[in-house]
């Protein structure tokens, strides 16, 4: 990937579940800007928005949930 695109480029693979969590890894480490792409971009671009990004939403929001729940206690 490094031949492709300088700096410090990762390629996560894997359903949209284990790409998520992922993700949420390295939100954890302070990381809070991504660029997702992939080949063919057309496709790789249906495919992060339709199957990824809502399983990532869903998880972001129950974070959220469960850390307000623990504030308001």
């Given amino acids: 990937m490094s031949i492709v ?11 949209p579940e ?3 969590d992922r ?3 390295y939100i954890d480490l302070g990381i809070s800007s991504f ?3 992939g080949y063919p ?4 671009a249906k495919i992060t928005g ?6 990532l939403k869903k998880k972001l929001e129950a974070r959220q ?3 307000a729940k623990v504030e308001s206690a």
């Fill in 50 to 55: 339709e199957l990824l990004l809502p399983v």
């Fill in 65 to 67: 949930a469960k850390a």
């Fill in 5 to 15: 695109r300088g700096g410090g480029a990762v390629q996560l693979v894997g359903t």
């Fill in 35 to 37: 660029i997702l792409s």
């Fill in 41 to 44: 971009h057309l496709e790789e």
């Fill in 23 to 25: 993700i949420l890894e």
């Fill in 18 to 20: 284990q790409v998520a």
